[in-house]
């Protein structure tokens, strides 16, 4: 019994040690952060800036467009698949841009399309993850 005790315990120790040694494995980090999103509607470029906040698979956060204009969103995450929207103009036209995504499996790309309605125009954007700046080193204080 004791020999089948340590053999199981050597053959955990010799699995989790292969795992370690291979890497991290691939885990999607969900939505939630800054994505730097560019794309086209019927040669309209689109450029925003979209802070997202994932939570109970809900989206909520901000898009700030290229005329820095910044616009409340909602949406939601199902699987891989991200899906946001908010309400601007064009050309003093009230719109909808809905923005539906497919999330990489590392959790730092996604592309997808867009939606403008009532206008029923679409067209595609990819979108990278802004990586989180580093926190600011701290020193002691000199004596």
């Not at 730097?36 to 997202?52: E, F, H, M, T």
Request: hydrophobic share 45%.
């Amino acid at each position: 019994m004791t020999k089948r005790v340590f053999f199981v315990a050597g053959l955990l120790m010799a699995v989790s040690s292969s795992l370690l040694a291979s890497g991290p494995m691939a885990v999607s980090a969900g939505s939630t952060g800054t994505w730097k999103v560019v794309g086209d509607v019927q040669g309209v470029p689109v450029i925003l800036s979209c802070s997202l906040v994932e939570a109970d698979l809900k989206l909520t956060g901000s898009c700030v467009d290229d005329q820095q204009k910044s616009h409340l969103l909602a949406g939601d995450v199902k699987d891989q698949t991200v899906t946001w929207a908010f309400n601007t103009e064009y050309e003093g036209t009230p719109i909808t841009v809905t923005l539906v995504g497919l999330l990489d499996p590392a959790g730092a790309k996604m592309a997808g399309t867009i939606g403008v309605d009532p206008m029923g125009v679409d067209g595609s954007f990819v979108a990278t993850l802004v990586p989180a700046a580093a926190p600011a080193a701290t020193t002691a204080p000199s004596k």
